[in-house]
């Protein structure tokens, strides 16, 4: 049995897994092979599917309209943008906000009909909001700008890929081609002062006018460079490709497969789209098959989700790993089942977890952690393999049960921080190097991850002693409570090592960077913070100043200190550092802040309030 | 006895952990200092201090309530000392710990001597432009030239701080006193009777008839103090006037003593350099498509007469000039992108922290793996 029933469980959830791998083929419009062509937006190649998700994480706050996927979502919105104003996908929360825009407070997500109205109104308040500090804001004044910003990408995207009001661009454009000639004839005689072809030159006009909104407002730049351009990254939005046709340049293939496109799919003809996709498809394999694979390689990252699926085996773990350590003196074998179930299940989060952060670095070509949303990634990874290895050490289930609680709540956090939009955003100049991405940021980063894992140990033993007999309970000759004071002893030597030299890896790059080794940078001190706490831990155990309870009180400390490092500075909105004020992040760190005193005041009461310290001697497991 | 126990004292782990406990405090309260008060400010406080002080709003006096860095460190670093003095012995299990801190006292006193002897300035060159001189950050001068010879000009500086204490300024080179009359560090003028502006009491030169008022010093770390000074000139026979001189006034303005021409003029400090650098051209690059910086680049020409070197080069982000003992970093540009701003270093001790990292990193595996090690052993048994 209790080799049996985790294989089968691990079995079960790699199926699952896979079998997401496999998806049958589309009938109607082939939406998928939409969303895998290659445009250029914040400065990389990534897939329309990429800029859908985005989209909707930032305005919906979902990767999903109902049972529409994005990238549907995006076509409608592209190709035919009366049907997308009625789609529900504006979240609006601030109930004053609602007010204001005098919408009913039943509904969560709004149409872009029901917001319109009132579009003169919110970019009003939006630039008198601007002008405000970004700390000053009220929850009213950010929910505005945001859902102002949350207009204006979708706005932009409405004029991406053909002008407004026209069920035929491909037709469309076939006219404007042959009013070319006789247009540009009338108006050189007309800037020449001759007599001109009035019909034809306003004909041209009209034709300009609207391609001129397309080419200023367009969101993804969608037409690859020419073929004779003298730079890959030179690509170019449709209405400025439209539009460079007056001056003699061709008109890009891209831009008549995609009007091609536009036309079918505004007059439900999914043969005709999917032939003009294909086409299209044909093309970039001849000229464009690095970024036409980039969107391949990225559309499966995205459609594959590793860390969703990460996530939901965590939790499952770590139900598991908690009911193992209930059961430990009521049901020992079932507990030892359940242990090694949760096992081997962290074991398969961690692998999928893995292949994520992998993949990740592969697509950006970057070391793990770039920014925020991807150091949460790395700590919980981090944190996993911490676990696993403790878990493999002492067998208890102590290591499974924190492991994936921390990789749950990390990939939680980092979900939370994909809504601010791409996070595979381009580097800014001074970040813009890999060698002290890969040095200074992943070790100062390991270090978090290892002081979290203490502190999470520490957080077990509180719990665990003041409600449950468990601490007292041997597995073979170590009381648990010894166990856990190991573990959490040994992950702080990990965290001391990291911790200090990710901080004075961090000061190297400063001295190469702009010549000073310490700058008292908030994050740097941050990160000093933490070196300190270590090494005062340490130096208290050492004296003897501390033993278990004051071990495990002071580590739980540790996580307040690195919340703070890591989450805390980017609030002040100083320094090099800063990512920008997060108001309502403030928030969750002040409510975990809390959590984490009340722990270490529980850690302080006296034992004889602990259950596991009341009881006499627990029974031995086997 | 009493030295017994302060050896005890000064040598205990104990004492170690409240100093790094304290030493967290500090930090945290720096870094929410470093807010109100800015970086630079709250620098001086908090870390470059032996003692934090409060003080009621107005009060003459204060109180110290908090050690500052220098106390802390100083203190860390003597426990340190001390302890290894009287109790460590150099056993195979203590030789990580050994290094360890051989490796930490090495980079304290490091950044010891960074913050007494290190002099960081700036270059702010426009296309085309030629400097053989950086100036201070934040300070500035009062700079008296002799320009009665077109061809050599001899110049008298007097430093802020020499200005701040007001009253008479004498120098050998120069036939009259500089009487400082009053002196703002942070000012702001104005050409009418604007609120808060109160008359300047100049009778030459350019501060005649102008207005002018005192304001808070800057705490920002992107922004400067603009200075203003009220500066008398007296000979022996007779006061010659009084001047306005401020950085605000970009001209510098001429008077004549005994027969020679001298200028006035309150400009950043100087520091003059061996060489000279030009500036070729500034480049800012972008993400296509975007306004994400890629990277700043500064093309410059590199001119040393007494060598007759003279060669190109380039500086850009993560990849600074080192030349003649100073470090040359891109730090920042003109916003019209055909001018840069580099970050000039000159910092002794800066190989220190290089050292130090070795050894603390060496330590700490020697010390880990001596642990680890013989723990996985009796694992296995």
Not at chain 1, 37 to 52: C, E, F, I, T, Y
Not at chain 1, 395 to 408: H, I, N, Q
Not at chain 1, 452 to 462: D, H, I, K, P
Not at chain 1, 546 to 565: A, D, Q
Request: proline content about 4%.
């Amino acid at each position: 049995m209790k080799k049996i029933v985790p294989w089968i469980l691990a079995a079960v959830f790699a199926a699952w897994v896979l079998s997401t791998l496999h998806q049958p083929p589309e009938t109607g419009f082939h939406t998928r092979d939409f969303g895998r062509l290659p445009v250029l937006l914040n400065g990389r190649v990534q897939p329309l599917d990429s800029v859908a998700r985005n989209t909707l994480l930032q305005i919906r706050q979902r990767q999903s309209v109902g049972d529409r996927s994005a990238t549907a979502w995006l076509m409608e919105t592209m190709m035919n943008p009366e049907a997308a104003d009625k789609l529900d996908v504006f979240r609006i929360d601030n109930l004053e906000l609602l007010n204001l825009l005098q919408l009913p407070e039943s509904q969560k997500y709004y149409s872009f009909d029901q917001i319109q109205p009132h579009l003169d109104d919110i970019s009003r308040q939006a630039q008198r909001i601007n002008s405000v500090g970004d700390a000053n804001r009220t929850a009213f004044e950010s929910q505005l700008l945001k859902l102002d910003n949350a207009l204006e990408i979708y706005q932009r995207l409405k004029l991406s890929l053909c002008p407004p009001g026209t069920t035929d661009f491909a037709g469309q454009l076939a006219a404007y081609e042959q009013a070319i000639p006789a247009g540009v004839a009338a108006a050189q005689a007309r800037e020449a002062g001759k007599k001109y072809d009035q019909a034809a030159f306003s004909r041209l006009l009209d034709f300009l006018s609207s391609y001129n909104d397309l080419s200023k407002f367009a969101y993804p730049l969608m037409v690859p460079p020419a073929t004779d351009a003298k730079s890959r990254a030179d690509w170019q939005n449709i209405g400025q490709n439209v539009m460079s046709v007056v001056h003699g340049n061709d008109l890009s293939p891209a831009v008549r497969d995609y009007a091609a496109m536009a036309t079918a799919y505004s007059q439900n003809q999914p043969a005709a789209f999917n032939q003009a996709l294909d086409d299209y498809r044909h093309w970039l394999g001849e000229w464009f098959v690095p970024e036409a694979r980039q969107g391949v390689q990225e559309f499966f990252f995205n459609e594959f989700e590793p860390f969703y699926k990460a996530m939901v085996i965590y939790v499952t773990a770590f139900l598991l790993a908690i009911i193992a350590l209930l059961t430990f003196a009521l049901a020992p074998k079932l507990s030892e089942t359940l242990r090694r179930s949760a096992f081997w299940l962290v074991v398969l989060g961690g692998v999928i977890h893995t292949f994520g952060l992998v993949f990740r670095m592969w697509l950006e070509g970057r070391p793990p952690v770039t920014n925020l949303y991807s150091s949460a990634i790395f700590i919980g990874w981090g944190c996993v393999v911490l676990g696993i290895i403790l878990e493999r050490v002492f067998a208890v289930g102590l290591g499974s049960a924190v492991a994936s609680f921390a990789g749950f709540i990390t990939l939680v956090i980092a979900h939370n921080l994909s809504m601010d939009g791409d996070t595979m955003e381009m580097l800014r100049a001074v970040l813009d190097t890999n060698f002290w991405l890969a040095t200074h940021v992943v070790v100062v980063t390991l270090g978090y991850a290892s002081t979290f894992m203490a502190g999470l140990l520490g957080v077990t033993y509180v719990l665990l002693g003041l409600f449950t007999p468990l601490l007292k309970y041997k597995s073979g000759n170590l009381e648990l409570g010894k166990v856990l004071a190991k573990m959490a002893y040994g992950i702080v030597c990990f965290a001391a090592l990291f911790s200090f030299t990710g901080t004075v890896l961090g000061g190297i790059w400063a001295d190469q960077s702009w010549g000073r080794f310490w700058g008292w940078d908030p994050k740097e001190n941050g990160a000093l913070l933490i070196v300190l706490w270590n090494a005062a831990i340490l130096h208290a155990r050492w004296g003897g100043l501390i033993r278990e309870r004051g071990l495990m009180n002071m580590v739980i400390f540790g996580n307040i200190v690195t919340s703070w490092s890591w989450f805390g500075v980017n609030m002040l909105g100083i320094g090099l550092h800063s990512y920008g004020f997060m108001a309502a992040a403030f928030w969750w760190l002040l409510a975990f802040v809390l959590s984490q005193v009340t722990l270490i005041i529980l850690g302080m009461l006296p034992t004889g309030t602990w259950k596991s310290f009341r009881t006499p001697s627990g029974p031995a497991s086997t | 006895m009493l030295l017994e126990r302060l050896i005890k004292f000064f040598t205990s782990l104990r004492l170690t952990v409240v100093l790094l406990v304290l030493s967290l405090v500090l930090v945290f309260a720096g870094t929410l200092g470093e807010v109100h008060l800015g970086l630079y400010k709250a620098q001086t406080e908090f870390f470059r201090s032996f003692f934090i002080y409060w003080h009621p709003a107005h009060a003459a006096w204060k109180i110290p309530v908090f050690p500052g860095g220098y106390l802390l460190g100083a203190t860390l670093l003597f426990n340190l000392v001390a302890a290894h003095i009287s109790r460590f012995k150099l056993t195979r299990d203590k030789i990580g710990l050994w290094i360890i801190h051989a490796g930490l006292i090495l980079l304290i006193l490091g950044q010891l001597a960074t913050d007494m002897f290190a002099v960081e300035s700036q270059m702010h060159l426009r296309e085309g432009q030629m400097k053989n001189y950086s100036e201070a950050d934040r300070l500035d001068e009062l700079a008296v030239s002799d320009v009665t010879d077109k061809k050599l000009e001899t110049v008298v500086t007097i430093p802020e701080w020499l200005l701040a204490k007001k009253g008479d300024i004498r120098n050998d080179q120069l036939p009259f006193v500089v009487r400082v009359k009053e002196f703002y560090a942070n000012s702001l003028l104005s050409t009418n009777a604007a609120p808060g502006f109160a008359r300047v009491n100049a009778d030459a030169g350019l501060g005649a008839g102008l207005w002018w008022q005192p304001v808070p010093r800057e705490t920002a770390m992107d922004r400067r103090d603009v200075p203003s000074t009220l500066v008398e000139i007296v000979t022996p026979q007779d006061a010659l006037g009084t001047w306005l001189v401020s950085e605000w006034l970009e001209q510098s303005q001429t008077f004549t003593a005994n027969g020679r021409t001298y200028q006035l003029q309150l400009r950043p400090e100087r520091f003059y350099l061996p060489f000279s650098l030009r500036l070729v051209q500034f480049h800012h690059d972008v993400y296509e498509g975007t306004d994400i910086p890629k990277n700043f680049s500064s093309q410059l020409l590199l001119n040393r007469p007494d060598t007759g070197e003279r060669r190109n080069v380039l500086i850009y982000m993560n990849n600074p000039l080192r030349y003649d003992g100073r470090t040359f970093y891109q730090a920042s540009f003109d916003t019209d992108n055909q001018g840069t701003v580099l970050q000039v270093v000159k910092n002794p001790g800066w190989l220190t922290p290089y050292l130090a990292c070795i050894l603390i990193a060496t330590g700490m595996v020697v010390q880990f793996l001596s642990h680890l090690v013989p723990f996985l052993r009796r694992r296995r048994q």
